[in-house]
């Protein structure tokens, strides 16, 4: 089938960066939609940004002007750069895939912690 794997989170201060990163495996023919979403204690888990196969953008207001998606298709990839990270960051991120026919996909959640 397929497995979604998360790597880039860790604990950064306040006004860092990370890069996350997912890269997706298994037999993959093609990948619609692809996207993060975060979720922190005794909260819902929200959508952050996601990103088209064509490559169209839209994030959440929190984060627009921080944070950016990217994908790399031939990879299987998709990436999420978080700058001027705030402590209310602090969450742990997933990624999510849409494949035709079969459906959404997700990964095992990576956490990031901002904190000084």
């Known amino acids: 089938q397929v497995q979604l794997v998360e790597s880039g989170g860790g604990l950064v201060q306040p006004g860092g960066s990370l890069r996350l990163s997912c890269a997706a495996s298994?037999?993959?023919?093609?990948?619609?939609?692809m996207a993060w979403y975060r979720q922190a204690p005794g909260r819902q888990r929200e959508l952050v940004a996601d990103?088209?196969?064509?490559?169209?953008?839209t994030y959440v207001d929190s984060v627009k002007g921080r944070f950016t998606i990217s994908r790399d298709s031939a990879k299987n990839s998709v990436y999420l750069q978080m700058n001027s990270l705030k402590p209310e960051d602090t969450a742990v991120y997933y990624c999510?895939?849409?494949?035709?026919?079969?459906?959404?996909?997700w990964g095992q959640g990576t956490q990031v912690t901002v904190s000084s």
């Open positions: 999510r895939a849409s494949f035709p026919a079969i459906g959404d996909f």
């Open positions: 298994g037999t993959i023919f093609s990948i619609n939609a």
């Open positions: 990103i088209t196969r064509g490559g169209i953008t």
